[in-house]
C-alpha cells in the first residue's frame, strides 16, 4: 500500500496479535505528521481499546488493518477496519465505533465544562426534562423512522438513499431524528429540543 491509493496521507496500519504482543505498524508511515491534525489518535484508541479487551477474554492471534482517515475509499483486496466508509462502494471496509466511543477520556475537555454547569444546580433542584440543542447536520431517511423503529420496515431501508447534499425543507426535516426530536417536543411534555 503506499500513499499514491491514499492521497490524504492515511494509510491502512497493520495490527498484529501474538500471545500478549501487538505489534502495529510505524505511525508516521500511517499518519502522515507533516498533515496538520493527523495525530493518529485513532489508532492509537483503538489500540488502547484492543488490549483492554484482550485483558477481559484472551483473543486468539491476529493480523488485520485498520484506517484512521474519515473517507476509506482505496480498493483492498482483505478487510480493513475503519471508522468511516463510502456507502456506494464499501468494498472491504468494515465499521469499527468511532474514537471518542473507543475512548471516553478524548472528550475531557467537554467532561470539565459539563461538570462545572452540572455542579450549579444540586441534582434535588433539577426539573425533570430533556433538553437538546443543536444543528440538523444529519440526511433525511429513506423510511418512516417510526416505522423502522416498530420493525414495520427493516433498517437497512433507511439507507436506502445516498444523497450528495443533503437538502432541508418543511417535508423532510421531519424524516430526520432530530427534526423529529424537535417536532415531538411541542407534543411530549418533558422534551425541550431546539435548533440553534
Same mark, same amino acid.
Given at each position: 500500500v503506499g500513499s499514491r491509493e491514499f492521497p490524504d496521507g492515511i494509510r491502512p496500519c497493520? =495490527?498484529?496479535l501474538r500471545?500478549?504482543?501487538l505489534e502495529t505498524c510505524n505511525l508516521t508511515w500511517a499518519c502522515d505528521p507533516t498533515i496538520e491534525g493527523n495525530d493518529c489518535s485513532y489508532i492509537k484508541s483503538f489500540r488502547h481499546s484492543l488490549l483492554t479487551i484482550h485483558r477481559l477474554r484472551r483473543l486468539p492471534d491476529l493480523d488485520f488493518f485498520v484506517f484512521a482517515g474519515e473517507r476509506a475509499t482505496a480498493p483492498s483486496s482483505?478487510?480493513?477496519f475503519a471508522r468511516h466508509r463510502i456507502r456506494e462502494s464499501p468494498g472491504n471496509y468494515l465499521l469499527l465505533p468511532q474514537e471518542w466511543q473507543?475512548?471516553?477520556e478524548q472528550l475531557q475537555k467537554y467532561r470539565g465544562i459539563i461538570d462545572r454547569f452540572a455542579g450549579q444546580v444540586a441534582w434535588e433542584d433539577r426539573q425533570p426534562v430533556l433538553r437538546w440543542r443543536g444543528s440538523n447536520s444529519n440526511c433525511p431517511a429513506s423510511c418512516v423512522l417510526k416505522a423502522a423503529a416498530q420493525r414495520q420496515v427493516p433498517w437497512q431501508d433507511c439507507a436506502v438513499t445516498v444523497r450528495e447534499t443533503c437538502l432541508l425543507n418543511h417535508s423532510s426535516?421531519?424524516?430526520t431524528?432530530?427534526?423529529l426530536l424537535v417536532f415531538l417536543?411541542? =407534543?411530549i411534555e418533558g422534551v425541550d429540543a431546539k435548533w440553534t
Open positions: 497493520r =495490527f498484529r500471545g500478549d504482543i482483505v478487510p480493513i473507543l475512548r471516553p426535516w421531519l424524516k431524528p432530530r427534526g417536543s411541542q =407534543f
